[in-house]
């Protein structure tokens, strides 16, 4: 079997779906060694590729960048499919094409620009999303990561269900939580991490509910708060604006300054170290997808307090403290008992571990490599 990839989100290995098209592109021919496997991708992006995948570059025209990805996926990628002669074209991220020579496979990790409407707020955000909704029933098989997902798109895009399948994402062998005293040494130096911590590894627009993650350490800031600071990592947005929130003037305002640590974008390599050095993690997302940082925290052992929303619910099991997104208070309680009971910490950690053995890539490989072989 033919097999072609889009490889758009190569050009940003920093995101979720980034990560996830790397790991397809390097899983789906350990699982498959007798397909023939293509990536297209546009030309002078470079990104490596594993042994035995054609790179199939594709030049892009002169236009915006919003141009250029809907060129790239509604024109570039059919043509691409017919002259590869691919038997199945996979797209895994939200944007089939309308038409292609072959069945067309779409992996829709969320339904964000639906379910929250300031996603959607400008002309070319609305115009795409109705694009990307008219042309998912006409794919062979939808993938998503969650049942959780998985019911969102029923509800949403009124598809059949028979051709939704739910495939959990995997977390990688780096993540661990035996030390690596070398690396975790120079990670503890490089972002200048305090002795203990909390930790927020995640983004920063609107779903994520960065109020309520600093609201925490208004009811949590003396009973933990100077012995356990709570560390923000990840690239801060210039200013507060309709789908962004910076933090950073809510913690002046709320006199959080001494208690939170602003640590700026982590390299991909150092993620590991930085979970392995935190006491726990704390993560009040409104809505997730899947919610890949809380795997990826219970696979170093690290005990998580979530958002009780169905995707982390579905993920973390009993694994996890959750508690409902909007109570911060709550929240505040169970971060406290997850430092101060060491009993509880420890169940945590133990669980999480149990939990997140549950999901690997290789496994998430297999269950996409046979939606592909089933999709006609």
Same mark, same amino acid.
């Given at each position: 079997?033919?097999?072609?990839?889009?490889?758009?989100?190569?050009?940003?290995? $920093?995101?979720?779906?980034?990560?996830?098209?790397?790991?397809?592109?390097?899983?789906?021919?350990?699982?498959?060694?007798?397909?023939?496997?293509?990536? +297209?991708?546009?030309?002078?992006?470079?990104?490596?590729?594993?042994?035995?995948?054609?790179?199939?570059?594709?030049?892009?025209?002169?236009?915006?960048?919003?141009?250029?990805?809907?060129?790239?996926?509604?024109?570039?990628?059919?043509?691409?499919?017919?002259?590869?002669?691919? $038997?199945?074209?996979?797209?895994?991220?939200?944007?089939?094409?309308?038409?292609?020579?072959?069945?067309?496979?779409?992996?829709?990790?969320?339904?964000?620009?639906?379910?929250?409407?300031?996603?959607?707020?400008?002309?070319?955000?609305?115009?795409?999303?109705?694009?990307?909704?008219?042309?998912?029933?006409?794919?062979?098989?939808?993938?998503?990561?969650?049942?959780?997902?998985?019911? $969102?798109?029923?509800?949403?895009?009124?598809?059949?269900?028979?051709? !939704?399948?739910?495939?959990?994402?995997?977390?990688?062998?780096?993540?661990?939580?035996?030390?690596?005293?070398?690396?975790? +040494?120079?990670?503890?130096?490089?972002?200048?991490?305090?002795?203990?911590?909390?930790?927020?590894?995640?983004?920063?627009?609107?779903?994520?509910?960065?109020?309520?993650?600093?609201?925490?350490?208004?009811?949590?800031?003396? +009973?933990?708060?100077?012995?356990?600071?709570?560390?923000?990592?990840?690239?801060?947005?210039?200013?507060?604006?309709?789908?962004?929130?910076?933090?950073?003037?809510?913690?002046?305002?709320?006199?959080?300054?001494?208690?939170?640590?602003?640590?700026?974008?982590?390299?991909?390599? $150092?993620?590991?170290?930085?979970?392995?050095?935190?006491?726990?993690?704390?993560?009040?997302?409104?809505?997730?997808?899947?919610?890949?940082?809380?795997?990826?925290?219970?696979?170093?052992?690290?005990?998580?307090?979530?958002?009780?929303?169905?995707?982390?619910?579905?993920?973390?099991?009993?694994?996890?403290?959750?508690?409902?997104?909007?109570?911060?208070?709550?929240?505040?309680?169970?971060?406290?008992? !997850?430092?101060?009971?060491?009993?509880?910490?420890?169940?945590?950690?133990?669980?999480?571990?149990?939990?997140?053995?549950?999901?690997?890539?290789?496994?998430?490989?297999?269950?996409?490599?046979?939606?592909?072989?089933?999709?006609?």
């Amino acid at each position: 079997m033919r097999v072609l990839i889009s490889g758009w989100f190569l050009g940003y290995p $920093d995101t979720g779906t980034g990560q996830y098209v790397r790991e397809m592109i390097a899983r789906l021919p350990v699982v498959r060694p007798g397909w023939e496997i293509g990536v +297209a991708f546009p030309e002078g992006w470079g990104s490596a590729l594993p042994e035995g995948v054609t790179p199939v570059p594709i030049r892009l025209p002169r236009a915006p960048r919003a141009l250029r990805k809907i060129w790239f996926e509604q024109f570039a990628l059919p043509q691409a499919a017919a002259r590869w002669r691919a $038997d199945r074209l996979f797209v895994p991220y939200w944007a089939p094409p309308l038409r292609a020579p072959a069945p067309i496979i779409v992996t829709v990790h969320d339904l964000i620009p639906l379910r929250f409407p300031e996603y959607r707020s400008g002309f070319g955000v609305r115009l795409y999303t109705a694009l990307v909704r008219a042309a998912t029933p006409g794919a062979a098989r939808i993938l998503t990561d969650s049942e959780a997902s998985r019911q $969102d798109i029923l509800r949403w895009l009124r598809v059949p269900p028979e051709r !939704v399948v739910a495939i959990p994402l995997g977390v990688s062998e780096r993540f661990t939580p035996r030390p690596d005293p070398i690396a975790d +040494a120079r990670v503890r130096t490089r972002y200048d991490l305090p002795p203990a911590y909390v930790l927020y590894l995640g983004g920063f627009d609107r779903r994520k509910n960065i109020e309520t993650l600093l609201a925490v350490y208004t009811w949590a800031q003396e +009973a933990i708060g100077y012995n356990f600071p709570l560390v923000i990592a990840g690239r801060l947005p210039e200013g507060s604006h309709r789908l962004f929130v910076d933090p950073r003037p809510l913690a002046r305002a709320w006199g959080l300054e001494e208690v939170v640590r602003w640590i700026g974008p982590v390299d991909e390599v $150092d993620k590991p170290a930085l979970y392995r050095g935190a006491s726990a993690f704390l993560y009040p997302s409104r809505y997730e997808g899947f919610g890949l940082p809380v795997l990826e925290a219970m696979a170093c052992g690290v005990p998580v307090v979530a958002s009780e929303i169905p995707a982390l619910a579905e993920l973390a099991g009993d694994a996890a403290y959750l508690v409902p997104p909007d109570d911060a208070r709550g929240m505040a309680g169970a971060l406290i008992a !997850v430092l101060v009971d060491a009993h509880l910490g420890q169940t945590l950690r133990e669980r999480g571990l149990r939990r997140a053995a549950q999901f690997s890539w290789r496994a998430c490989a297999e269950r996409t490599a046979e939606a592909i072989e089933g999709s006609v």
